[in-house]
């Protein structure tokens, strides 16, 4: 079993993990479609707008604090990069079992309680998902048949 200081890297780890592989992502679909990485780019942009929106909202009037809980960044964070990289049916699955478990690992060391991390992401789901896909484009990013746009 690993040791709680161990345990807290893994938990540090995770959003710039989620960074790097969706500045990947990113990067192959610059090579297959300029636009499609612009405006993915900029919709994951706009998603960021809404955590740290939400988060100088919560500080400017407590919000949170009134019911005696704390506005979690590093859920609505993690929420906007695992939205970006759930393209698909199978992505969607596997990045939400590790959203999953990175809620399970904040309980476990102590940086958020359940409500928390619950009420956080209920209020910011829906203008997150519109924000990345309401209107977009889908590009694959592999795959014989890829033409371009689907």
Do not use: C, K
Request: avoid cysteine; charge should be positive; aromatic fraction near 12%.
């Amino acid at each position: 079993m690993l040791n709680p200081a161990t345990w807290a890297i893994l938990a540090d780890l995770y959003s710039p993990f989620l960074v790097v592989v969706s500045l990947y992502n990113l990067g192959r679909m610059l090579l297959r479609d300029r636009h499609q990485a612009l405006e993915s780019g900029l919709r994951l942009l706009g998603a960021l707008a809404w955590v740290y929106g939400v988060m100088a909202l919560d500080l400017a009037l407590t919000i949170w604090g009134r019911w005696g809980a704390d506005y979690s960044t590093h859920t609505a964070f993690a929420l906007a990069f695992v939205l970006f990289l759930a393209r698909n049916s199978l992505g969607a699955v596997l990045w939400g079992i590790s959203l999953v478990l990175y809620a399970i690992l904040m309980i476990l060391l102590g940086y958020h309680t359940l409500t928390d991390i619950l009420s956080t992401a209920l209020v910011l789901i829906v203008p997150l998902t519109a924000t990345l896909y309401i209107g977009h484009r889908r590009v694959r990013l592999s795959g014989p048949r890829y033409r371009g746009r689907e």
